[in-house]
């Protein structure tokens, strides 16, 4: 069982940029691929990033490529979502998510992790 709690949300203007935390529970995180998901009001909730647990793995939505930045530090169990050029549509709440893996690789469906954050807010003034 891992817990995870995200932080770094707030209010930007347009082309700012934000850095989100997300601090997780137990001894075991560097076992664990994570995952950066958002949701919008009446969206789904989306993909943003993937993490392998080493790290040396990621991916990103086309929406997000060249303009976020998701990173790891083990030690700390914390990930990290670096957003630059923030942009109106970024405006969501945004989920970690993690799961458990014997491999080191990135999954992208929501369905994959099985534990989640309870989010924090993104708000992207124009």
């Known amino acids: 069982q891992v817990q995870l709690v995200e932080s770094g949300g707030g209010l930007v203007q347009a082309g700012g940029s934000l850095r989100l935390s997300c601090a997780a529970s137990?001894?075991?995180?560097?076992?664990?691929?994570m995952g950066w998901f958002r949701q919008a009001p009446g969206k789904e909730r989306e993909f943003v990033a993937a993490s392998s647990w080493s790290g040396g793995s990621t991916y990103y939505a086309d929406s997000v490529k060249g303009r976020f930045t998701i990173s790891r530090d083990n030690a700390k169990n914390t990930v990290y979502l670096q957003m630059n050029s923030l942009k109106p549509d970024d405006t969501a709440n945004y989920y970690c998510?993690?799961?458990?893996?014997?491999?080191?690789?990135?999954?992208?469906?929501?369905?994959?992790?099985?534990?989640w954050g309870q989010g924090t807010q993104v708000t992207v003034s124009s």
């Open positions: 998510a993690a799961r458990q893996t014997s491999s080191d690789t990135y999954y992208l469906a929501r369905e994959a992790y099985y534990y």
């Open positions: 137990g001894r075991t995180f560097s076992s664990y691929a």
